[in-house]
């Protein structure tokens, strides 16, 4: 794996655990603004609004620099639409970016001809 493809892997996963956050935290001010006084959801809609975005545009970066096939596409983008999808996606990125310095530190080493 180049370096390009880990930065894109990386800004995925830096994004998604917040946007993730983003969602759960939107849905508490959804509940808290019909059975309150309590209105953050203009404020939260935003945030999440802008994280969603964002993670969408780093995940079609990611899609493209990686390769995937279109069922990890698929599986990456059902979990920017699950409230907690998020930190699955950040901790299976987190173990591919893992992988691919294993694998190229035992390329560096000889250990491998990857």
């Keep these: 794996m180049d370096m390009k493809t880990l930065k894109a892997l990386h800004r995925l996963r830096l994004v998604s655990a917040p946007e993730a956050v983003s969602f759960l935290l939107l849905l508490v001010c959804s509940v808290l603004k019909r059975t309150t006084d309590f209105n953050a959801v203009p404020v939260m809609g935003a945030v999440h609004g802008v994280l969603f975005v964002a993670y969408v545009l ?11 096939s279109p069922a990890t596409a698929a599986w990456f983008f059902l979990m920017a639409v699950i409230p907690v999808g998020g930190f699955f996606a950040e901790r299976r990125l987190r173990r591919s970016q893992d992988d691919a310095v294993i694998a190229a530190r035992a390329r560096k080493q000889g250990v491998v001809n990857a």
């Design 58 to 68: 780093l995940w079609a970066d990611a899609w493209n620099r990686a390769k995937w």
